[in-house]
Every structure is written in structure tokens, then in C-alpha cells.
């Protein structure tokens, strides 16, 4: 059995802080909005400057993203973006790790971030010196870190993954003889365990948008819509993954609804990915999953407080203002790079990225 604890009190309590602390971006008229675009688009040429977007952005940001020759991505393919891109600036919308890892693959480049203190609760639940600890009571095992971590934690590590590639790592590391020590999502790491068949030492982090599907409520909503497939994101809690017609990354969950003959989707993960799934797919039928928030007091309501934080306003501002930018220490990032960099080799060799 898997090594899981509770998240120690103070991090859960941080975590509940930092959401009730995180401002949403604000309501415009289409006038306001416009004019706000117009100015991102002329700054975004005046800085030889690129958008890279995550999919749980504002619809606006997306849009603005693919119009202007950027990216609206998952996190390894907005950092593997931003490396490829000729431009000086990369503007990351998204968290902060994302912010980060684009500027360990391209410490040249100036990285700017519209909300550079939009956290995620996975990073928060792994401190480096907590997880430091963690690693020196398991020193026979091989460390694998969720790309959701800190770049501090990144540098501890000998693998990052993502929801993408983890499964194939974990088999990879499995067939070596390794023993695996995961953190921080314990929802995923319960999911590769499951599917891989190979046991790891857990880090009991959860994301606080994905942690709140609940499974009595999807059951009811499957038994209204029985001709609708389930699209469940792994960090959802087990007895909802279980539910699932498909289980995977925001790339599988969007490919599902593109590829799949069904018309009608019931989708467990933040209804941000919604924009990019009907623009690929408008003929289909997308209802999002039912939360626990919704009759309790809302945390996230499936939607990222932290995501929720880029926004016109913001963009606009740190392309004015080239800040904030992001900056690493070079000697974590000498550490941090290794693990994102074995990833992505091991990613190429496998031909799930370019
Ligand atoms: S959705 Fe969850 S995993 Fe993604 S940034 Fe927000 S808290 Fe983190």
C-alpha cells in the first residue's frame, strides 16, 4: 500500500487563504474589452512578445493567444512552446509554475507573467524544505514530481511529468527496478498506480478545483443524460475517476470530445477547457460535472480561482509595463532544468511531443 498522509494543517490552511486572497479578473463591456485587445495586440508586436496560454484561461486571453501567432496549451506544451518561439518575451497566462518553467527552458527570454502571485494548491502543499524531508526518509527511491510543483521542488527531483506522460514514465521507471517516490497530486498518483500497476510513495497534495467532483452527484447527472460519455481529469478523486469513459489529460479530454462519435459530454475538470473543446468540436453538447461547492460554501466551483486571476486588464498592464517578470535563482535552475529536461527527451523518444 502507497504511503498517503493528510496535508499537514498549516498547508491546508495557507491553501484556504491564498483562495480566499485571489481577486478574479474584473467585468468589462464589449467597448472596454475591444479597445483592451487592440492595445495587447500593438504591444505584443512592439515587445517581439508572444502569448502563451493555458486551456483553464479566460476565453478572451485563448483567443487572443491563437490570433496573435501564440499558444493555448497544457503546461509541457506552453513551456516547450515558449523554448521553440523566436520571440524576446513569452506573457504566460496561467500560474506560476508555468511562469516558471517557461523560464527554465528559456532563461534568455524575458518571461512575463499578468498574475505572477496566482499560485495553485498542488505548488503550495509541496514545500521544498517539507518535501526535502520527505526524500531524505525514502533515499532508495527515485523522485518524480508532478510539473505542478515550485521550481525549488522541480530541483530536487530526478523526473517531472505530466498528466500526459506519467503513466509512460512511471512503466519506464517500473521496468528499471526503481522504486517511485510521487508528489504532490495524491489523486493522480493513486491513478498511475491503478493503471500502472506500480506502487509509489505519495505525496498527499490534491488541486482544489479537481478534488471537489463529487460521484453521487455525477451519478445522478449520468442517469439524466444517459447517452453522454464521461470525460474525468485523474486528479479527480478515485470514486469519480471510476465513473469515467475517459480518463486523461486536458489533451485526451479534448481529443475525446473531437474524435468520439458521441454528441454529448458530461466533463469533470475546469470549465475553462470548454472553449477549446467547442471550437473544435460545435456540434457537440459539453455540461460541466457537478462540484460539492455548489451547495456548500463555493471554493472553486470547478473553475481555477487562481487561473481566473489573468485577465484583460492584467495582460495589458504587464506588456505596458514589462513586469511582472519572472526570475529563477541559476542555481536552482541548473537543478530544476535536469528533470523537465529528461521528461521531454523521454517524451520526444516516445512521440508524445514534438
Ligand atoms: S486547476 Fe488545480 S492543478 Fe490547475 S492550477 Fe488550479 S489548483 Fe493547480
Known amino acids: 500500500m502507497s504511503e498517503t498522509t493528510q496535508l499537514a494543517p498549516e498547508l491546508q490552511a495557507r491553501i484556504d487563504r491564498l483562495v480566499a486572497q485571489a481577486t478574479p479578473a474584473p467585468m468589462l463591456s464589449r467597448a472596454e474589452k475591444a479597445a ?3 492595445e495587447i495586440r500593438t504591444l505584443l508586436k512592439a515587445r517581439n512578445a508572444v502569448l502563451v496560454a493555458h486551456y483553464y484561461v479566460d476565453d478572451a486571453l485563448q483567443r487572443l493567444a491563437e490570433e496573435t501567432g501564440g499558444i493555448v496549451a497544457d503546461s509541457l506544451e506552453m513551456a516547450s512552446f515558449g523554448a521553440r518561439s523566436e520571440a524576446e518575451v513569452l506573457v504566460v497566462c496561467g500560474v506560476r509554475f508555468m511562469g516558471e518553467t517557461a523560464k527554465l527552458l528559456s532563461p534568455e527570454k524575458t518571461v512575463l507573467m499578468p498574475a505572477l502571485e496566482a499560485t495553485c494548491s498542488l505548488d503550495v502543499s509541496c514545500p521544498p524544505e517539507a ?29 517531472t511529468v505530466t498528466s500526459g506522460n506519467a503513466l509512460h514514465i512511471a512503466r519506464h521507471l517500473a521496468e528499471r527496478g526503481e522504486k517511485i517516490l510521487w508528489a504532490p497530486d495524491r489523486h493522480l498518483g493513486r491513478w498511475i498506480e491503478r493503471e500502472t500497476g506500480v506502487e509509489m510513495t505519495l505525496w498527499p497534495g490534491h488541486c482544489i478545483v479537481h478534488d471537489e467532483f463529487m460521484a453521487f452527484e455525477l451519478e445522478k447527472l449520468r442517469q439524466r443524460y444517459p447517452d453522454a460519455k464521461v470525460l474525468v481529469h485523474p486528479e479527480s478523486p478515485e470514486n469519480v475517476v471510476e465513473m469515467a469513459d475517459v480518463v486523461g489529460s486536458t489533451k485526451v479530454l479534448i481529443n475525446a470530445v473531437q474524435t468520439l462519435p458521441d454528441r454529448r459530454f458530461i466533463v469533470a475538470t475546469d470549465y475553462g477547457i470548454f472553449y477549446k473543446m467547442q471550437q473544435l468540436a460545435p456540434e457537440k453538447e459539453l455540461i460541466a460535472a457537478p462540484t460539492g461547492s455548489r ?5 472553486s466551483c470547478a473553475h481555477c480561482p487562481w487561473m481566473a486571476m489573468n485577465s484583460l486588464v492584467n495582460l495589458r498592464d504587464a506588456l505596458r509595463n514589462m513586469a511582472p517578470e519572472v526570475h529563477v535563482d541559476p542555481a536552482v535552475r541548473e537543478r530544476a532544468v535536469r528533470p523537465i529536461q529528461r521528461m521531454l527527451a523521454f517524451s520526444r523518444e516516445a512521440g508524445l511531443i514534438r
Request: aromatic share 10%; proline share 3%.
Open 36 to 38: 483592451l485587445e487592440e
Open 295 to 299: 451547495e456548500r460554501q463555493c471554493q
Open 131 to 159: 518535501f526535502a524531508e520527505f526524500i531524505a526518509r525514502h533515499p532508495d527511491h527515485t523522485v518524480v514530481v508532478y510539473a505542478n510543483t515550485s521550481a525549488e521542488v522541480k530541483a530536487l527531483a530526478d523526473w
